[in-house]
T-cell receptor, first 111, second 115 residues
Framework: EDQVTQSPEALRLQEGESSSLNCSYT??????LFWYRQDPGKGPEFLFT?????EEKEKERLKATLTKKESFLHITAPKPEDSATYLC????????????WGLGTSLGVNP | GAVVSQHPSWVICKSGTSVKIECRSL??????MFWYRQFPKQSLMLMAT?????????EQGVEKDKFLINHASLTLSTLTVTSAHPEDSSFYIC???????????FGPGTRLLVL
């Protein structure tokens, strides 16, 4: 069964303290892995799409990497405004093409 | 680029009334749009998928006569919650995907409260 597991469930960092969020997945053929950021009361904001193992993408303080069984979202020197829930989703290669979502990691960054 | 808007952002209605939520892709053509529902502290739950000009495909357990979806153009989809009841109160989010693309871009969401 296709599944996405994110860890940790919650993480609190000090400003400037770098860390990584994990997204482990099992899927029958990966068509894409997506990272989104969601602030309270808002829709998810797109961050990255990764398609194949070894691929990396960066945006400001965020860097996403992908292996055949997991993805990491690395946050370098975070700031309080990086506080949000980070969601991971995968798209399988089957006919239904529905996103399979993790439960997210709630990140808080203290000033 | 890839901006999706939703209207309204907030709606309060009386039980038994119908509510329409609009989802627009502002700078791209959305051949496929999705409607999600999200409960507090939970992940997104897909309600239905609609392709422009076609009938929506509903997920198991979602009442198609209660949640009417129309995707009449490449930039607009609407979700109508018919005869709303308090248990329909939730956060509704739409997303849109362009032709040949894999990434979904999300709207800001609509908070529905049924009294």
């Amino acid at each position: 069964e296709d599944q996405v597991t994110q860890s940790p469930e919650a993480l609190r960092l000090q400003e400037g303290e770098s860390s990584s969020l994990n997204c482990s997945y099992t899927v029958s053929g990966l068509r894409g892995l997506f990272w989104y950021r969601q602030d309270p009361g808002k829709g998810p904001e797109f961050l990255f799409t990764l398609y194949s193992a070894g691929e990396e993408k960066e945006k400001e303080r965020l860097k996403a990497t992908l292996t055949k069984k997991e993805s990491f979202l690395h946050i370098t020197a975070p700031k309080p405004e990086d506080s949000a829930t980070y969601l991971c989703a995968v798209l399988n290669a089957g006919n239904n093409r529905k996103l399979i979502w993790g439960l997210g990691t709630s990140l808080g960054v203290n000033p | 680029g890839a901006v999706v808007s939703q209207h309204p952002s907030w709606v309060i209605c009386k039980s038994g009334t119908s509510v329409k939520i609009e989802c627009r892709s502002l700078d791209f053509q959305a051949t496929t749009m999705f409607w999600y529902r999200q409960f507090p502290k939970q992940s997104l739950m897909l309600m239905a998928t609609s392709n422009e000009g076609s009938k929506a495909t509903y997920e198991q357990g979602v009442e198609k006569d209660k949640f009417l979806i129309n995707h009449a153009s490449l930039t607009l989809s609407t979700l109508t919650v018919t005869s709303a009841h308090p248990e329909d109160s939730s956060f509704y989010i739409c997303s849109a995907r362009g032709l040949g693309q894999e990434t979904q871009y999300f709207g800001p969401g609509t908070r529905l409260l049924v009294l």
